[in-house]
C-alpha cells in the first residue's frame, strides 16, 4: 500500500523559510515523478514543483521559481520541498503526490498525501 506522509508545515512570517517533507513507503518509486501541488482557500489545486526520482529533474511553477527547491532524499525515501523568502500569497495546504507521468496535471497523480497547512502572515 503506497502511502505519502508530509510533514514540515506551520506558521511563519513573510520572508522566512519552511522545509516540506514527504515520506514515502508502499512501493519502489525509482520511476516515479514526485510533485508538490498546494490549495489556498477558495482556489483550485495548484502545481508548485516536481522532480524526477530517477534522475532528479526539477521544474517549477513560475509562481515559486526561484524560492522554493525541490529535492529527494533516496536513502530516506523522502522528498524535500525547501521554500525560502515566503510570501503571504503561499499560504495554502501544500500536497506531495506521486505518478507515472512527467506532468504538472493534477489528473496524472496517482497517489496522494493528506496535505500540511502552511501560513505566512504579513
Known amino acids: 500500500q503506497v502511502q505519502l506522509v508530509e510533514s514540515g508545515g506551520g506558521l511563519v512570517q513573510a520572508g522566512g523559510s519552511l522545509r516540506l517533507s514527504c515520506a514515502a513507503s508502499?512501493?519502489?518509486?525509482?520511476?516515479?515523478?514526485m510533485a508538490w501541488f498546494r490549495q489556498a482557500p477558495g482556489k483550485e489545486r495548484e502545481f508548485v514543483a516536481r522532480?524526477?526520482?530517477?534522475?532528479?529533474?526539477?521544474l517549477y511553477a513560475d509562481s515559486v521559481k526561484g524560492r522554493f527547491t525541490i529535492s529527494i532524499d533516496n536513502a530516506e525515501n523522502t522528498v524535500y520541498l525547501q521554500m525560502n523568502s515566503l510570501k503571504p500569497e503561499d499560504t495554502a495546504v501544500y500536497y506531495c503526490?506521486?505518478?507515472?507521468?512527467?506532468?504538472?496535471?493534477?489528473?496524472?497523480?496517482?497517489?496522494w498525501g493528506q496535505g500540511t497547512q502552511v501560513t505566512v502572515s504579513s
Open positions: 508502499g512501493r519502489t518509486f525509482s520511476g516515479y515523478v
Open positions: 503526490a506521486a505518478g507515472d507521468y512527467l506532468s504538472s496535471l493534477e489528473g496524472t497523480y496517482d497517489y
Open positions: 522532480i524526477t526520482w530517477r534522475y532528479g529533474r526539477t
